[in-house]
């Protein structure tokens, strides 16, 4: 069965370093996601990305994240320069993106555990 | 933001028996539920939605039960099993309102005793 894959596993990182989430989505998906869940805390959104741009964002994705798609498989998340609050398990889901307005289904990576100390 | 609330941290249930999860919502414009269960160190597994156009949605053990009027929504896992053992979450998401973000809820973890 098709999954999303995602690497590192951990990574830990001094704060201030930049970071490189990636994530390999569902091959025939076209809607991408970035989601976090800092400890004890609701999984939360940060990002969606569809035909090669943000589609949308949360009030937690400022100007120190960034998602790219390099190639035609990977997804990556980028955090510039780290916060400790930072630290949380980012998943990163896919979705068909069969046309606006159709409810989708998102599958889910198994996540990176980022700590930063 | 407490859009989607699960108010049960946790439930217990023998196994063979029903297990009745809970989600409550107070945004009037979702209009597709979902259900994801999760175990430590993995990302959520989907398992189930239904639209809010539908009541009721059932795939094998799973069924969902959707009342908009209350604005409420229930997992039933009929018969529980030792591997339903699991964090389960709701989430609901609004196109018109938020494009394809999910809401999600807090979470309940799901003891099934053998």
């Known amino acids: 069965e098709p999954e999303v894959t995602q690497t590192p596993s951990h990574q830990v990182t001094q704060m201030g370093q930049e970071v490189i989430l990636r994530c390999v989505p569902i091959?025939?998906?076209?809607?991408f996601y970035w989601y976090r869940q800092i400890l004890g805390q609701k999984v939360e959104f940060l990002v969606s990305f569809y035909n090669n741009e943000i589609s949308e964002k949360s009030e937690i994705f400022d100007d120190q994240f960034s998602v790219e798609r390099p190639d035609g498989s990977n997804f990556t998340l980028k955090i510039r320069s780290t916060k400790l609050e930072d630290s949380a398990m980012y998943f990163c889901a896919s979705s068909e993106g069969a046309g606006t307005g159709i409810p989708e289904t998102q599958y889910f990576g198994p996540g990176t555990r980022l700590l930063v100390l | 933001d407490q859009q989607v609330k699960q108010n049960s941290p946790s439930l217990s249930v023998q196994e063979g028996r029903i297990s009745i999860l809970n989600c409550d919502y107070t945004?009037?414009?979702?209009?597709?539920f979902l259900w994801y269960k999760k175990y430590p160190a993995e990302g959520p597994t989907f398992l189930i939605s239904i639209s809010s156009i539908k009541d009721k949605n059932e795939d094998g053990r799973f069924t969902v039960f959707l009342n908009k009027s209350a604005k409420h929504l229930s997992l039933h896992i009929v018969p529980s099993q030792p591997g339903d053992s699991a964090v389960y979450f709701c989430a609901a998401s609004s196109y018109m309102e938020y494009g394809n973000k999910l809401v999600f809820g807090a979470g309940t973890i799901l003891r099934v005793k053998s």
């Open positions: 945004n009037s414009m979702f209009d597709y």
């Open positions: 091959s025939n998906h076209l809607y």
